[in-house]
């Protein structure tokens, strides 16, 4: 009787054909389906190309936690308390999703879980909520809370910051119902005062007040265009309920609310070092007495379950982000530069330069890009008219020479 001869169950190609043939239990794979299968894991699992959970749109989450945060790590430095947080967050959020899916008749409900984000300015919480849209790829949108108002009143409506998540969806409400909304400055719209007033909040109280149902899950009427409603306009439908939002803002005060609470629970004198060592994690005992306090509304508290906070970034924090990311300034420029045939070489000594004036103007990892388009503007403007392949090499003077040209000032 006559042997089978011996191939690929893949492709086909016999045994001779082939480098190297691998046995399994009901067949064989040569080495160039061995290849090709690699390379179609390697586009699937790519961060920069679409998440599984992505392809679903959150409802089959295949990434934990800890593999967020670690793709996290790969575009913010240091926060890792914040992003710990945030991976968890953002894990059972999109879980949540898949078992309404999967188990529609459950008595069980899962309810979400809003982040609030405080941090000073330039601390990278815009950056980190644009991130975590960037991992999942799902949608995403900012809104800015100081141009909302109460509705009826000049500005914007609270349904607008919907409008431009499906917008951002490119008017797939399906997909937009998946998505994430970072509100910045949030703080802003905090009560002016625990006094009754004859005039309304419309811009404090008012805006918390109207946030409050998209926050915790409604079926929104939003004008698709953006802008003001107006009763010939054609309004589509937008349910809430498994939109993830994320607030943030500096809180410019709460500290002091914090200080207050804190210093009234401990008795007795403290040194420099352990008061300078209290101003360091002062954010992380941020309790909601102290949100409500500063002058957030206890419903609002509410919707917000979950709270973190992003530390100030010390000078070794700085200097890493100029350099160590995928998104670092120093990658940028560089690239920036030899696009025109120039290779930008920058020293040490200049880095620590431009992270020293970052600190000394109190602007953050934003001053570092201040900073750093002050003293390029001059060479960007001028290098791309060289005929040959030419290097740039930045100098402790040329720095000098460029900020003093540039007016940029100290948050102080």
Known sequence: MKTK??????????????IMLISGIEGHICDHCIEQANKIVDTELSPGETAKEGKKDGE???????????????????????????????????????????NPTSEVEIEKSNILLLGDTGTG???????????????????????LTEAGYVGEDVESV??????????????????????????????????????????????????????????????PEGGRKHPDQKYTKIDTTNILFICGGAFDGIKEVINRRVNRSELGFKTAKEQESTSADILSRTTPSDLKNFGLIPEIIGRLPVTTYMEPLDKATLRSILTEPKNALIKQYTELFKMDGVDLVISEEVLD????????????????????????????????EGKSKSKLKISIKDLETQLKKANITSAA
């Not at 914040?82 to 309404?100: G, P």
């Open 125 to 147: 919480k815009t950056l980190i909520a644009k991130t975590l849209a960037k991992i999942l790829n799902v949608p995403f949108c900012i809104a800015d809370a100081t141009v």
């Open 353 to 384: 330069y431009i992270v020293d004036k970052a600190i000394e103007y109190k602007l953050g990892a934003r001053g570092l890009r201040s900073i750093c388009e002050a003293i390029m503007v001059d060479y960007m403007f001028s290098y791309p």
């Open 60 to 102: 089959d989450v295949v990434l934990r936690p800890s593999e967020i945060k670690a793709l996290l790590d790969q575009y913010v430095i240091g926060q890792s308390a914040a992003k710990k947080v945030m991976s968890v967050a953002v894990y059972n959020h999109y879980k949540r999703i898949r078992f309404a899916v999967q």
């Open 5 to 18: 001869e011996v191939s690929c169950s893949f492709c086909g190609r016999k045994k001779d054909e082939v």
């Open 162 to 223: 919907i409008s431009r998540l499906l917008q951002s969806a490119e008017y797939d409400v399906e997909k937009a119902q998946k998505g994430i909304i970072y509100i910045d400055e949030i703080d802003k719209i905090a009560r002016k005062s625990d006094n009754p007033s004859i005039t309304r909040d419309v811009s404090g109280e008012g805006v918390q007040q109207g946030l409050l149902k998209i926050l915790e899950g409604t079926v929104a009427h939003v004008a």
